[in-house]
Structure formats: structure tokens, C-alpha cells
T-cell receptor, first 113, second 112 residues
Framework: GENVEQHPSTLSVQEGDSAVIKCTYS??????FPWYKQELGKGPQLIID?????GEKKDQRIAVTLNKTAKHFSLHITETQPEDSAVYFC????????????FGKGTHLIIQP | DTGVSQNPRHKITKRGQNVTFRCDPI?????LYWYRQTLGQGPEFLTY????????KSRLLSDRFSAERPKGSFSTLEIQRTEQGDSAMYLC??????????FGDGTRLSIL
């Protein structure tokens, strides 16, 4: 089955700086890669996703890049703000995400004021 | 669109008891997913439905776990003869046709 590795487990950045979280996946058949943000006591909230036919996708301060050959994808957050502090999860899925998602273990992002 | 609703938010029970959780998906979403999340880990996929049909259940953790979606709307997840290791957050997600999956805020299960 699919295995998703996520790094780092904790990331502390100064407010206004950029943050990068990286994930690798094992199954070359995976073709859908979402990123979720989870705040304490809440369920995961989708922030951005990318399909395997696209190399990069941006939404305001958030971007995701995908390297299918290397089987890794990354989340980039620019101009970080205190409200960006949360746990971020990457995930991978086959069949365009129609089946269950396989998640990484998460990155605790801390924005230092 | 009121979001995915899960009840109860917190369930405390004694070891050996049966528990049932309910999930109400976003209206008109035909797919419904169940995940388990333990402390410090990402959600772990358990099972999913398309309308009332359960399309994947091999990932349910044991035969003590079962799920239903009788009319293709809300779903229930039941755990029989609960064990200490069942303590976790149980998350439900729904989608229209596949992606994206929208998650509820989960039911936290505590086994005494």
C-alpha cells in the first residue's frame, strides 16, 4: 500500500518568513495530493490540492509543488502570519482521491511573533 | 452548506462496552469516509461509502468495527467490546464524487 513520509515534524519560523514542508510517497499510481491544516480540537481543513498532471499550484500565500519522478511534493507558505500556526498534513491517493487518503504524520508549524 | 456534522463530540465509556458514532455529511455529498486519528499521527483511513454501498471495508481495524449508511445520507460507526487501544479521534469526511474530502470535527473516544 501507499506510504507517505512528511518532514519536518516541527517547524518554527519568524512571522513574515516562509515555511516549507516536504512529503514523499511510495506508490507511483498515486495521482492526487491534498494538504490539510488542523487546529486544536478541530477536524482537518483542506487548504490546497494538486493532481499529478500539474507541477505547481498557487493560492495567494500558499503553493504546492509536485515532482512525480522523485515522488515528492512540498507545501510553501509565504509571509507567514500567527494564524498559520497549526498542524499541517500531506496526503496521497490513487484514482483521483475517490478512495481513502493516506496521510503523513503531520508538521507542527509554529509562527514566532 | 452546514459542513460535516459528527455526534457526539466526546464519548467516554468503559472497556468492553459498545459505542456508536454518527456522521451527517454535507447535503448531497454521495461519498462518505471514516478515519481514525491517534495522538500525534495523521488520520488513518477505515472505510467509505458511495451512497448506501460500502465500497471498501478491508481497512477496518478488526471485526469489532462496523459501519452503515442505510439510506445514503447519515452514517454510523460502531465499535463492539471496546478496548483501551480504541481510544482515538474518529473523523468523518464527505465529498461529491471523490474530491475534495471535507472533514467534520470528529468524535473523541476515551476508554476508561
Amino acid at each position: 500500500g501507499e506510504n507517505v513520509e512528511q518532514h519536518p515534524s516541527t517547524l518554527s519560523v519568524q512571522e513574515g518568513d516562509s515555511a516549507v514542508i516536504k512529503c514523499t510517497y511510495s506508490d507511483s499510481a498515486s495521482n492526487y495530493f491534498p494538504w490539510y491544516k488542523q487546529e486544536l480540537g478541530k477536524g482537518p481543513q483542506l487548504i490546497i490540492d494538486i493532481r499529478s498532471n500539474v507541477g505547481e499550484k498557487k493560492d495567494q500565500r500558499i503553493a504546492v509543488t509536485l515532482n512525480k519522478t522523485a515522488k515528492h511534493f512540498s507545501l510553501h507558505i509565504t509571509e507567514t502570519q500567527p494564524e498559520d500556526s497549526a498542524v499541517y498534513f500531506c496526503a496521497a491517493s490513487q484514482r483521483g482521491g475517490a478512495d481513502g487518503l493516506t496521510f503523513g504524520k503531520g508538521t507542527h508549524l509554529i509562527i514566532q511573533p | 452548506d452546514t459542513g460535516v456534522s459528527q455526534n457526539p463530540r466526546h464519548k467516554i465509556t468503559k472497556r468492553g462496552q459498545n459505542v456508536t458514532f454518527r456522521c451527517d455529511p454535507i447535503s448531497e455529498h454521495n461519498r462518505l469516509y471514516w478515519y481514525r486519528q491517534t495522538l500525534g499521527q495523521g488520520p488513518e483511513f477505515l472505510t467509505y461509502f458511495q451512497n448506501e454501498a460500502q465500497l471498501e471495508k478491508s481497512r477496518l481495524l478488526s471485526d469489532r468495527f462496523s459501519a452503515e449508511r442505510p439510506k445514503g445520507s447519515f452514517s454510523t460507526l460502531e465499535i463492539q467490546r471496546t478496548e483501551q487501544g480504541d481510544s482515538a479521534m474518529y473523523l468523518c469526511a464527505s465529498s461529491l464524487g471523490g474530491v475534495p474530502q471535507h472533514f467534520g470535527d470528529g468524535t473523541r473516544l476515551s476508554i476508561l
